[in-house]
């Protein structure tokens, strides 16, 4: 069974760093690729950014510049996310997902206040 356990959520003024993280487990294939997703209060869910078996990476322009996906090494099943110059924009539950499957974490509560 696949497990994707997160964590690095939590309360950060505007302006502001986070570190999210993500390890998979009970993976059985390689991955296509990992991303982060995050829903916001009455939105709908949709991807902040992915990293790909070749380490390529893709950022919603919402966060181009600001937030930075990244992986230990080509063989990690952990992801990172790291959250910079925060806004109340970003406040969401951000949710580590593999690219292709069903699998989702619980979820990593971000929020953003002053």
């Known amino acids: 069974q696949v497990q994707l356990a997160e964590s690095g959520g939590g309360l950060v003024q505007p302006g502001g760093s986070l570190r999210l993280s993500c390890t998979a487990s009970?993976?059985?294939?390689?991955?296509?690729?990992m991303g982060w997703y995050r829903q916001a209060p009455g939105k709908q869910r949709e991807v902040v950014a992915r990293?790909?078996?070749?380490?390529?990476?893709?950022d919603a322009d919402s966060v181009k510049g600001r937030f930075t996906i990244s992986r230990d090494n080509a063989a990690s099943n952990t992801v990172y996310l790291q959250m910079n110059n925060l806004t109340l924009e970003d406040k969401a539950v951000y949710y580590c997902?593999?690219?292709?499957?069903?699998?989702w974490g619980k979820g990593n509560k971000v929020t953003v206040a002053s």
């Open positions: 990293i790909f078996p070749d380490g390529s990476t893709k």
């Open positions: 997902h593999i690219i292709g499957t069903i699998d």
């Open positions: 009970g993976i059985m294939s390689s991955p296509s690729g």
